[in-house]
């Protein structure tokens, strides 16, 4: 095996290994040495697939204390790729119609699934596009969801700056209290899908 394809192996392998021991951020790595050993690989290999993580931003390097899991919002993988990927009007359009997409089905799921805890978590958060939808999307109790969303909203992000109006948040918020979708549908319509025609 060439040394590219064994670097490649061991990052994935310790991909497999995070996911295994269940390491969250600010978990502590094994050592290069441990690793190396565990994973029955050369420690030069090792340390390429450490340093191909910390580049994406997934981990860190603390002098002295070792290697640690960075959160998942900290890490560099969709600038990286952002930069790359949308590029043509085609690809943002289609950012834009997914991302759309996928924050009606949440509307929906919130307004069905949304206790008075969780509304008042909504109601009480910075008026912000992204901490706003953040919470409804939240509110859905899907964590799959909410991984496709922030990885779409990074994305986006990346991209456009949206800023809706007072009365938008606060028309939300009195569907979302009703637990009207057809409400909340509507205001999302008028304000959020107004503004996205626009930056289409």
């Known amino acids: ?24 951020p600010g978990h502590r790595l094994p050592s290069e040495r441990e690793l190396a050993d565990r994973l029955r690989v050369g420690r030069s290999s090792v340390r390429e697939a450490l340093r191909a993580l ?33 590029q043509g009007n085609r ?44 919470r409804i999307v939240e509110a859905t109790d899907n964590y799959l969801l909410l991984r496709i969303w922030l990885v779409l909203s990074d994305f986006f992000e990346h991209v456009y700056t949206v800023e809706l109006p007072s009365e938008c948040y606060e028309q939300m918020c009195k569907a979302l ?6 409400e909340a549908t509507a205001v999302y319509e008028q304000y959020v899908m107004q503004k996205m025609s626009k930056e289409n």
Do not use: N
Request: proline letters at 1%; charged letters at 30%.
């Open 1 to 24: 095996m060439t040394t590219s394809k064994v670097y490649i192996e061991t990052f994935w392998q310790i991909h497999r290994m995070i996911e295994e021991a269940g390491l969250q």
């Open 54 to 86: 910390e580049l994406l931003g997934l981990i860190e390097t603390r002098r002295g204390e070792g290697t640690f899991m960075k959160p998942f919002g900290d890490h560099q993988l969709i600038q990286l790729l952002g930069s790359f990927i949308l």
């Open 91 to 134: 690809e943002k359009r289609d950012l834009i119609e997914t991302k759309i997409f996928i924050e009606r089905i949440c509307l929906q799921l919130a307004c069905e699934r949304l206790t008075d805890e969780k509304f008042e978590l909504i109601s009480q958060t910075e008026h912000t596009y992204h901490s706003f939808f953040r």
């Open 177 to 182: 209290q009703k637990r009207s979708c057809e």
